[in-house]
């Protein structure tokens, strides 16, 4: 299982070294790589990573970071339902490390291995890096194990009724008036670039090009995010006015995959809507991105602007029918040795 990373701590250095990490994947920050190296080390890393770490302060817990106290979880309750395969958790960046898990495995004598990524819709920055990585360290030794990946499950039913299931109990108490589906961002050249028709003149090229995925936009993360949300929609019986589509997290001055969360939430409250609940299907583990990003600084900016209640849907993290869901998608991955 292999999530995207968290710092060691929630401390200025450990943020500064997760950050440097992060960001100086080529697939991340997509530019010459001297320019990028001058980018993260003398203005990202030195200017992002204190308030970072004060944002990471916020959430952290008494065993550590969210995201990772919630994939140990996951991890665990996975190893029961999938004996006597052993399961482990891995981050791309930070620790615990791809190149750990796979040790870890080998020393356990395994000569198959699937790669559950947990980013449900495919992205070149996240499936694309962590896969890169996976093969590079398979790579190294002179027996290669084989290996499996389970494909990304933005529109499967079982991921789709798990969102919905951990959603429900939220939205019976809160019955919001508005549903905002918020993604985490990329740039829209990684979208663009992500295109495979020819010449490239398919994607965000006219304003329903995600709503139907096709050969061209298969690999588009942004119609994979759209379909995601339609999926978890129809789950709950929503109307398709009742909710919108808005991605968040944006980075640096290029443009971002937009509508854009912040400013979604606060146009909602100026136009009079009182109650929002804000699902984040992107991720499957609550992490800063959630906790401290929606569910503080979207709910303050949403109050400040007039709403009354705004409603953060938890991740599915170690949840009932996640883990249920998970063990499915896995085993679809690792078919019997014949």
Request: aromatic share 8%; hydrophobic share 40%; glycine share 6%.
């Amino acid at each position: 299982m292999v999530n995207l990373g968290t710092p060691d701590a929630p401390t200025t250095p450990a943020v500064r070294r997760y950050l440097r990490e992060f960001l100086s994947d080529g697939r991340v920050i997509d530019i010459n790589p001297v320019g990028r190296w001058l980018l993260v080390n003398l203005i990202i890393a030195p200017f992002r990573a204190p308030r970072s770490a004060h944002a990471y302060q916020s959430v952290w817990t008494a065993q550590g970071s969210p995201l990772l106290v919630h994939g140990q979880a996951l991890a665990a309750r996975l190893a029961e339902r999938l004996a006597p395969w052993p399961v482990r958790l891995a981050m791309r960046y930070g620790n615990p490390s791809i190149e750990r898990g796979l040790d870890e495995l080998h020393a356990l004598g395994c000569d198959r291995v699937v790669v559950f990524p947990l980013y449900p819709q495919y992205a070149a920055s996240t499936t694309g890096s962590t896969l890169e990585e996976v093969y590079r360290l398979l790579g190294r030794p002179w027996n290669t194990p084989s290996v499996v990946v389970v494909p990304p499950y933005f529109s499967d039913p079982r991921f789709l009724s798990a969102f919905a299931a951990v959603a429900r109990p939220v939205v019976e108490e809160l019955r919001p008036e508005r549903y905002v589906f918020s993604f985490h961002g990329v740039p829209e050249r990684h979208v663009r670039k992500s295109d495979e028709s020819e010449g490239r003149r398919h994607c965000l090229q006219a304003p329903g090009c995600c709503e139907a995925l096709t050969s061209a936009n298969r690999s588009c993360y942004r119609a994979q995010c759209v379909a995601t949300a339609h999926g978890v929609a129809r789950a709950l019986g929503l109307r398709r006015e009742e909710y919108l589509i808005s991605f968040q997290s944006r980075l640096g001055r290029d443009p971002w995959l937009q509508p854009y969360t912040d400013k979604t939430i606060e146009a909602l409250a100026r136009d009079g809507v009182k109650r929002v609940a804000v699902l984040c299907p992107a991720f499957t583990a609550d992490c800063l991105e959630t906790i401290e990003e929606i569910g503080v600084e979207a709910k303050e900016s949403f109050e400040a602007a007039g709403g009354e209640r705004l409603a953060l849907v938890p991740s599915l993290n170690a949840h009932d029918a996640w883990v249920e869901a998970a063990a499915g998608l896995i085993r679809d991955g690792a078919p019997a040795r014949a």
